[in-house]
């Protein structure tokens, strides 16, 4: 099923872009922290990034793979990568279902950044085709 994963490499180009996470690894959008609650482009940069749940690092560009993973999959890793960290695993189900309805529709390659709370695309696969 499709779901968002890290890039080999920030996609955006953007000033403020940034990329930690480990390639393929599936990606979470956690709450910012008080730095950049109401800010996007705040200090911290955790408002316009994607947390991967293996390494726990942040990118700011998320990628769309349809992965052979199923539903429960997916909650399985949400939950033991928020345990890890500290947060509370029960919002793993809910929060999977979000981030796969989000991606359901989305051609496989389409690239997102993070405004907040927001997704928004930045690529699709047709303008990475053609580069
Ligand atoms: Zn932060």
Redesign the pocket.
Known sequence: MKVLVAPAQTQGARRGDFHHAVEGELVRIDP?????RRDPD?R????R?FAGLNSARATTTARVADLPLSRADVVEALRSSLAQQGWDPAEAAQEADDLLRTVADVPVGTVYGRRLSKLVALRTTEETASG
């Open positions: 910012p922290c008080a730095a950049d705040g911290c940069g955790c408002g990034a």
